[in-house]
T-cell receptor, first 113, second 114 residues
Framework: AQSVTQLGSHVSVSEGALVLLRCNYSSSVPPYLFWYVQYPNQGLQLLLKYTSAATLVKGINGFEAEFKKSETSFHLTKPSAHMSDAAEYFCAVSDAGAQKLVFGQGTRLTINP | EPEVTQTPSHQVTQMGQEVILRCVPISNHLYFYWYRQILGQKVEFLVSFYNNEISEKSEIFDDQFSVERPDGSNFTLKIRSTKLEDSAMYFC????????????FGPGTRLLVL
């Protein structure tokens, strides 16, 4: 069964520093990959998605992610963290032919002033 | 911008009671989903719904659960006889299509079963 692993349940960075949130998936066939963000008391909002086009995907709020098939990874990065980036981030995957999303356990990002 | 809405935002119920969680998907979307997140755990898929029938469901979605689209706008999740372990945040989502399509999530309903 498809699975997603997010390394690090909590990540803390300083404002202006690089943000790196890690995501690895288990599928042997390139799936569809998503990053969602959840701000307090809000629903999940799509940051970006990979659907077999360019391997470097740009999303909202300056985030981007790179699909690396050889590493089965889809890590999320942002060059310079902002206080407003503090939230919970979820990596998710769906297989070709499937409807459901399979989520990682989430990473809570804290930004230090 | 269109959004998915859910009501109520919070619900407290007694074990054994029936609850109905309501969702209004984005109006031109055709695929509807329910997910849940038990506190401290992953977001888990429950069920997907298309063309007035269930198209996929997880092993969690047993006979205690049902979904319905009673009219052209609402999408509901019913839990017939709630258990303590049903306490979770329940998210509704919708998408215009399915494979690889973005699923848009509502803000969730926090259900507490006592």
């Amino acid at each position: 069964a498809q699975s997603v692993t997010q390394l690090g349940s909590h990540v803390s960075v300083s404002e202006g520093a690089l943000v790196l949130l890690r995501c690895n998936y288990s599928s042997s066939v390139p799936p569809y990959l998503f990053w969602y963000v959840q701000y307090p008391n809000q629903g999940l909002q799509l940051l970006l998605k990979y659907t077999s086009a360019a391997t470097l995907v740009k999303g909202i709020n300056g985030f981007e992610a790179e699909f690396k098939k050889s590493e089965t990874s889809f890590h999320l990065t942002k060059p310079s963290a902002h206080m407003s980036d503090a939230a919970e981030y979820f990596c998710a995957v769906s297989d070709a032919g499937a409807q459901k999303l399979v989520f990682g356990q989430g990473t809570r990002l804290t930004i230090n002033p | 911008e269109p959004e998915v809405t859910q009501t109520p935002s919070h619900q407290v119920t007694q074990m054994g009671q029936e609850v109905i969680l309501r969702c209004v998907p984005i109006s031109n979307h055709l695929y509807f989903y329910w997910y849940r997140q038990i506190l401290g755990q992953k977001v888990e898929f429950l069920v997907s719904f298309y063309n007035n029938e269930i198209s996929e469901k997880s092993e969690i979605f047993d006979d205690q659960f049902s979904v319905e689209r009673p009219d052209g706008s609402n999408f509901t999740l019913k839990i017939r006889s709630t258990k303590l372990e049903d306490s979770a945040m329940y998210f509704c989502a919708s998408s215009a299509s399915w494979e690889g399509e973005t699923q848009y999530f509502g803000p969730g309903t926090r259900l507490l079963v006592l």
